[in-house]
């Protein structure tokens, strides 16, 4: 079969721009996996751009392996700092169990050092500067590790597409995503966020070893004006311990006019 | 909303109940605490009949009758909080009423027998109440603290006593702050010894770690500005130092008589002491400066020749400076003062570090290790002896970071001049949810004759201590 006439010369340009795209496809594959990654990742965090400030009331039951329970009770202020480049202030006080009642912990979130942070001791009335290169350690005996826990900055992780698949009555991107920042105690999570409303539902943790081992589900997200999504119960399970930790949020406050005035280490004692 | 308003609808709907009976609760306990100790007191006076002060039983008596006042004060609150139920939930100002605190039993027991004549042997019960009253305004502009205090200890009288630890009103201005009436506050980095802490007298009789302490007297005037944190402090009404009776342990041979304290000051007690603090965080290190001027919290005690010492409290001025620097899982310390007007005038220091190692052995836990060198330079011969001359302190911090927030904290201060040997222990864990369990354990040994620790050479003890929150 005789293909058109073509005259030589555009034939060898065709044939030349093939194999150019052919060049640049083979790595642009894997270059594509990691932009379409950081690109669903960001439009995930960017969906939450501009809420300024919250406040919330979080309850934290916390489940051994023979399903005993105990329970924590606290609040979280956050103040946004729009650049990407710099992480969000927050202000956590408890409030039960009795004994640690006014513990507070301010956090200046870092995206890739180790946060600035500081704990109230409400008996002594002291506040102490401490270290928070404990990234991986539980958070208040939890299920959490303190990474877990502090702001979800974009440029913590790289990130790579792995596929689309359905999650629940809706359909999700699921993304791999490796921490950045020092001593992380995984080395890869799984993040699965939805098409729809670009909110992460649920994520998969490996350990230093990269076998699985914690699922966090987040489920009752709801839409605070103008266009903020918030989950109002994250569940993580441990599957190597058989622990469990359940978060339920409640009583979430936006537009408080909090600043940077309120996230200082002289604040930490007048929380109560 | 404030964090006592429980986000589990059932739990909410319980609340008004519950919290009407910790009202209950704690009045009947803020009456019959003082009551008892009363009672306690005059069992006391029976078996020592030798001039028994009277004033601290006022000052019981006063406890009692204010006990009462506030927790029929906390009961209307609470009605009130109860009856207009129906009414619109967010309008209600007292919403934001916290009552809280703990209630705690404790045994201390001397192993060895005592070294001064009269002290008790043996082991001392004791009951311990520290409520506490929170409550601010709609706006958080307003708050107002009340934590009263009270320890009923069954074998030296003078550690039966009550404080108001936090009785003040706060308001927070945009610019300013400004706290009146009595106070707790911290100041300082270090964990072995606290040197710039001067604004609140310490509560010698319920520990000797310099932790806990009397109520101060205040008006603070703070702002909080891009270039730190500066506060005035206007301190009037001094806090006398409370010290063992005759027969305490960990006295000096002669027991203290606080009631013959005197001062450089001429109007004594009522003289007004003034402070300054600057604080700021400059990237990893935390400053803080500090400026004194008013009666020494730590007394010379002077023989009176009746058999007993006296405090004698100088006027001086203190310079202080704390700093940490904070790299890594590094905590680098340090605490200076210069001090004028307490005999010579001196330098202290007290620097160190802390260094924390993460998750051992594959385990939650962490593990501290802390070192300090106390340096305090005071002429002996002024009479303020102090243990912390040229010492060593090396600890080590275990958190296990489980459920029940169990720590460990074990030290040793050695001194380099005389051997002198402070070996201290304090863990704690919680039981259940509401109770605590605290074991404390001290210990000297190896005391040189001339060590400023020699008449507590006997006075090792083990305290344990169990608590009840609400």
Known sequence: MKLLPLPRAVEAALIFAFGLFLLLMAPAHAEDAAKKGFEIAARSDRSDRGFKDSRVDLHMILRNRAGQETTRLLSIKTLELPDEDVGDKSLIVFSEPADIDGTALLSHAKILDPDDQWLFLPALKRVKRVSSVNKSGPFVGSEFAFEDFTALELNKFTYEFLNQEACGDLTCDVLERTPRYEHSGYTKQKAWIDTKDFQIRKVEFYDRRGDLLKTLTLRDYKLYPPRYWRAHRLDMVNHQTGKSTDLIYSAYEFGLNLGDRDFVKGALKRQR | MPFDCPPIPSAAAGRPSSATLRAMTLTLVMAVAPAAATFFRRDRAKQTPAGQDDSPLAFIAAGFVFGIVLGLAVLLFEVLFITP??????????????????????????????????????????????????????????????????????????????????????????????????????????????????????????????????????????????????????????????????????????????????????????????????????????????????????????????????????????????????????????????????????????????????????????????????????????????????????????????????????????????????????????????????????????????????????????????????
């Open chain 2, 85 to 470: 139920a129906a009414a619109d939930e967010k309008a209600r100002p007292w919403d934001d009423v916290r009552i809280s605190g703990f209630a705690a039993t404790e045994i201390r027991w001397f192993p060895e027998a005592p070294a001064h004549g009269g002290q008790y042997a043996g082991a001392e019960p004791s009951l311990v109440i520290n409520p506490e009253f929170r409550w601010r305004s709609q706006d958080r502009r307003h708050r107002v603290a009340f934590v009263p205090f009270a320890r009923l200890a069954g074998r030296d009288a003078e550690r039966t006593h009550a404080d108001i630890r936090e009785a003040y009103h706060l308001y927070l201005g945009d610019e300013v702050e400004i706290l009146t009436g009595f106070n707790k506050v911290f100041w300082g980095v270090t964990e072995s010894r606290h040197l710039v802490d001067i604004v609140n007298q310490t509560d010698l009789v319920e520990d000797t770690d310099d932790e806990d302490k009397l109520g101060q007297p205040m008006i603070n005037i703070a702002t909080q500005q891009d270039w730190g944190r500066l506060g005035l402090f206007i301190l009037p009404g001094f806090r006398e130092r409370t010290f063992a009776g005759d027969t305490g342990r960990l006295r000096a041979a002669l027991p203290v008589d606080e009631d013959a304290a005197e001062y450089e000051a001429g109007l004594g007690r009522a003289n007004v002491d003034l402070a300054l603090r600057y604080t700021h965080v400059i990237g990893d290190v935390d400053l803080g400066l500090s400026l004194f001027r008013g009666t020494a919290r730590d007394p010379r005690l002077v023989a009176t020749g009746l058999g007993t010492l006296a405090p004698f409290y100088d006027t001086i001025t203190q310079g202080g400076l704390d700093v940490q620097y904070t790299t890594d899982a590094w905590l680098w310390k340090f605490e200076g003062i210069a001090r004028e007007g307490q005999g010579k005038s001196f330098l202290a220091t007290v620097f160190g570090f802390e260094y924390t190692l993460y998750q051992i052995a594959g385990t939650d836990a962490d593990l501290g290790l802390l070192a300090e060198y106390q340096y305090d330079g005071r002429d002996p011969a002024d009479g303020a002896g102090v243990l912390a001359d040229d010492d060593v302190f090396l600890g080590t911090r275990l958190t296990l970071n489980d459920v029940q927030d169990s720590q460990a904290l074990a030290g040793v201060v050695i001194d380099r001049d005389d051997g002198t040997l402070f070996f201290s222990v304090e863990m704690s864990r919680r039981l259940g949810t509401d109770w605590k369990a605290e074991l404390e354990a001290r210990m000297l040994t190896n005391v040189d004759s001339e060590n400023g620790a020699y008449a507590f050479r006997r006075d090792s003890f083990i305290n344990f201590r169990l608590s009840r929150y609400f």
